[in-house]
């Protein structure tokens, strides 16, 4: 499931948006069943992949929403990825309170600030957060 994990991962990035959406449900069909998958990057991308065809903000939020359960709602990276769903669906005022919440979780100079606020005033504006590719 790793492998198909970090393999789908690597699709996204690189914008092949089939490739990685297949991956990722294959690493979920494997890994059922275990205590915690890695359905967070799952939702990352159902949320902000800038192609519109494999967006599901619903999925998003069902697929974040067992991660942050997992971690009893306290990973600042969760709770991102929820705030980024909630977007998504445009639940923005719950994307904002979502994203403060992960700000406030965040460990001093994690290197993660900067793109915390910077979501966080995307959905104070009502806009969601799209990830773009690294090719």
Known sequence: ADAYNDRARTYAQAGQYPLALADYKEEKHLARGTVRTWSKLMAWFLATCPDPTYRDGAE????????????????????DTMAAAKAEVGQFGEAASYEEKAIALLEPDSGWEKNFTARLALYRARKPFRDEPRR
């Open 60 to 79: 998003a939020v069902a697929e974040a929403t067992k991660d942050c359960e997992a971690t009893r709602w306290s990973d600042p990276s969760d709770l």
